[in-house]
């Protein structure tokens, strides 16, 4: 498989931390967003979203997936060991709704178009959008945290002893938070258990820094 | 099962019409959102994110669940017929991909909570806000148009000759589009299969206009 990734992008790190938490091997194809690569005929050649991650398959197809939420549900249908989404459909429901918590209520808003649309076509300064990406990641994790805390099924990770969907998305929504300057005391169980997945060598490994492209 | 709704909320005409596709009954609790009723306490201990839909299903427990595309996966999960998603993995990842690409892509931008965000903290104006809403609009059916057109699993619906997911998710967003003037003549494979989607009960019956709390 190759992975078409850009270091920074939340939504590629997911889906690094899912290949490594299955143990997959893949390609590592940098998109560099800032320099608008994804624009590229190229690129809209593998994946007409023109967005990163995007997933080829192995075969004649080679298919390209795109979408992370959808790319880690395919990994973990087409290869089942270890799950990242729970047995039962209640639990599997909790996972997904963390998930989406953070991919459709926090991530969109702070989107690298979305800034330059702000900046560029609103006008607005830098220190208002700067106010609006943390307003979002703030309230956004705080719904989070009260989805986690003190929740039975709660464990080391967003769902039980395991890491799973929730975590991909959880994790590298914390590093746009911390590189932003977001506060995070309001939120403990979301950062324990950051805590607790960047001590897991799937996290770790594939993290912004760890990654080819890095600068 | 009891669902907290707002007429004009498209992430709750999402669960409804799969609520309707799947023949489930379910009492109808309006969410007035304009008047803010999402923030208050009442329906805050029912669902903690403060977000419609939510869907609060039977049993002892009542459960409450959120996240419109958590539920209605879990619909499908518990009530298989007739089925949302497809059989096959590499289906069930381009119906996810679609619906994400709406749900992560577009909606999130045109939330009535950012919207109010714009105006009220950036002192954006009522023009630009509405530019706001109709580029993301306009810009993200047209990445929905490039994965549906000429793609040989599209047919009457999003993926095949049966409604499903993806249906559920594309026809709120043109019900958005619609209310805002945006532009649908560049998406016209989309546009298809909206009007293919209104002439069955399931869509129609759930539409905003259709709903108890319309005015």
């Known amino acids: 498989m190759k992975l078409y990734s850009y270091f920074r992008s939340s939504a590629s790190y997911r889906v690094r931390i899912a290949l490594a938490l299955k143990g ?5 194809v940098p998109v560099h967003l800032v320099k608008n690569e994804q624009s590229s005929d190229a690129f809209r050649a593998v994946a007409p979203a023109q967005l990163v991650p995007a997933l080829v398959l192995d075969g004649p197809e080679a298919t390209t997936l795109t ?3 959808a790319i880690i549900e395919y990994l973990d249908e087409t290869h089942p060991a270890p799950p990242l989404l729970p047995a039962d459909a209640l639990g599997r429901a909790r996972v997904r709704t963390i998930a989406l918590d953070i991919a459709c209520e926090i991530h969109p808003l702070d989107n690298l178009r979305v800034l330059r649309y702000l900046t560029g076509e609103l006008k607005v300064s830098e220190d208002d959008k700067n106010r609006w990406y943390r307003h ?3 309230t956004g994790l705080e719904v989070v945290e009260r989805q986690l805390a ?3 099924q709660t464990g080391r990770f967003s769902h039980g002893d395991v890491p799973g969907l929730a ?3 959880l994790v590298p929504q914390i590093f746009n938070a911390r590189r932003m300057d977001c506060r ?3 939120v403990p169980t979301v950062m324990r258990i950051f805590e607790a997945c960047m001590s897991e060598a799937a996290f ?4 912004p820094s ?3 492209d890095a600068t």
Do not use: I, R
């Open 67 to 69: 979408q992370s939420l």
């Open 136 to 138: 979002w990641v703030e």
């Open 150 to 152: 003190g929740h039975p």
């Open 210 to 212: 760890a990654c080819p």
């Open 184 to 186: 995070t005391e309001h």
């Open 204 to 207: 770790s490994t594939t993290q």
């Open 24 to 28: 997959l091997p893949y390609d590592y």
């Open 167 to 169: 975590d991909c998305v």
